[in-house]
């Protein structure tokens, strides 16, 4: 706490953040252009990146890095004009599928599920940033599982998950990152079956605190685009529930997506 206080209290932690910002985001640029072939010119593009990162996030932690090198300055013509914000917006699009691993019921009620994921949000300084997002997931539900009642047909599940997500980012190459996530919200799932005996349509709603840790891998194709895959592992603690359904009090699962990210990188 004392160490947060006596940074906050400083008037300009990083005095030379604008000049490292802008010429990590021209070499960036310079390296996706030279590693199309990779090769020394690749190579040496990207030790540049790197050591300019590096410098930045010592910069931003309030370290004495002293003004821009000249070796790294970059003629105006070459800076992009978007290297001059602090924030950058980003949009990413995922789909892929989850399998449960968590509780005995969960597990022996739910098949592998697909899974639908849009998130946006801002990257600050190209490293740390936050994200809101939405999934969807229509659970693949077994015969016989011991979720709802007795003797009920046409039983289907469809999860909402809500999630408000921390985001760092590591820079392996200018063109290669991966996006460490921590997200924490809300999940709403949807139950409807049939009582068969009756030919009577129920429906039953399951409430709870969701969590979900993820990491994905990112390639850029583009200026501000780029493709990727990850590893998700969601859970939930379920709060409240109607109908007469058997909810699992928590469960727990994991996800391999593939995407498309538009925006920071």
């Not at 590096?54 to 290297?83: F, I």
């Not at 949009?91 to 969960?106: M, P, R």
Request: charged share 20%; proline share 5%; net charge negative.
């Amino acid at each position: 706490m004392v160490l947060v206080l006596a940074a906050s209290a400083r008037a300009d932690p990083c005095p030379y953040a604008a000049a490292y910002e802008s010429a990590l985001a021209a070499h960036r640029r310079r390296a996706v252009e030279l590693c199309r072939d990779p090769g020394a010119a690749c190579d040496r593009a990207n030790t540049t990146v790197a050591a300019l990162a590096e410098q930045l996030r010592a910069c931003d932690a309030g370290q004495d890095v002293g003004p821009l090198d000249s070796k790294y300055a970059v003629p105006p013509s070459e800076t992009p004009a978007r290297a001059t914000h602090n924030a950058e917006g980003l949009f990413e699009g995922l789909a892929g599928g989850g399998i449960a691993l968590g509780n005995g019921l969960w597990r022996d009620s739910v098949d592998a599920s697909p899974t639908f994921t849009a998130r946006g949000g801002m990257i600050w300084r190209g490293w740390v940033g936050g994200m809101l997002g939405v999934e969807y997931s229509p659970a693949q539900l077994r015969d016989g599982n011991a979720m709802f009642p007795v003797g009920s047909g046409n039983e289907s599940l469809n999860r909402l998950r809500f999630l408000a997500n921390a985001v760092v980012e590591l820079h392996q190459r200018a063109d290669l990152w991966w996006s460490l996530r921590a997200g924490i919200g809300a999940e709403h799932g949807y139950y409807a079956y049939e009582v068969s005996a009756f030919g009577l349509h129920e429906q039953a709603d399951a409430t709870g605190l969701a969590l979900e840790l993820g990491v994905t891998g990112w390639y850029a194709v583009g200026e501000l685009v780029a493709i990727g895959a990850g590893l998700a592992m969601p859970f939930t603690f379920t709060e409240s529930q109607s109908g007469k359904l058997v909810v699992p009090s928590s469960t727990w699962g994991l996800e391999l997506v593939l995407g498309v990210r538009l925006g920071a990188r």
